[in-house]
């Protein structure tokens, strides 16, 4: 773990559609595939005020490091994006996920870790570019103590 006092997980839910005919037939069955970009920018754009409340953001995702390169690098996000593609962590924590198109992929979700220990949960995430300031809320009622 990071030696900042809290650590902001995030997961993503799906896989967030790369420019081109990706996979365009997901996107018409499930609007909701195109939300994971707005969740990664609205993150990106709140880091600063984040980083204020002692928290250093990483995104936990199932897909390739090659393929959450080029959508790091695509955003601009300065935040580290680490592979789970085996979901060794995601089912040690039994995080949710479904199956899409015979893929495996993580509902979205943000965990807020403190010294190692799950602090807190913001399960479902439904308004995905509004993820950072949900987070920023919970920070501001529940301060890390001095």
């Known amino acids: 773990w990071p030696s900042r006092p809290r650590t902001a997980f995030t997961h993503f839910f799906p896989t967030p559609v790369l420019p081109g ?47 959450q390169r080029e959508m790091a690098e695509r955003n601009h ?24 198109a015979g893929m495996r992929l993580l509902k979205r979700l943000t965990m807020l870790v403190k010294a190692g220990e799950i602090e807190h949960v913001f399960y479902p995430v439904f308004s995905s570019n509004q993820s950072a300031d949900q987070v920023i809320e919970w920070l501001r009622a529940y301060p890390l103590e001095a």
């Open 21 to 67: 005919p990706t996979f365009p037939y997901l996107c018409d069955l499930f609007p909701v595939s195109r939300l994971c970009t707005p969740q990664a920018c609205n993150l990106r754009d709140r880091d600063k005020d984040l980083q204020h409340f002692g928290v250093t953001v990483y995104c936990l995702r199932p897909q390739s490091t090659e393929y």
């Open 77 to 100: 996000l300065p935040f580290e994006i680490l592979s789970d593609s085996d979901f060794k962590l995601c089912d040690a924590l039994r995080l949710p996920t479904f199956t899409i």
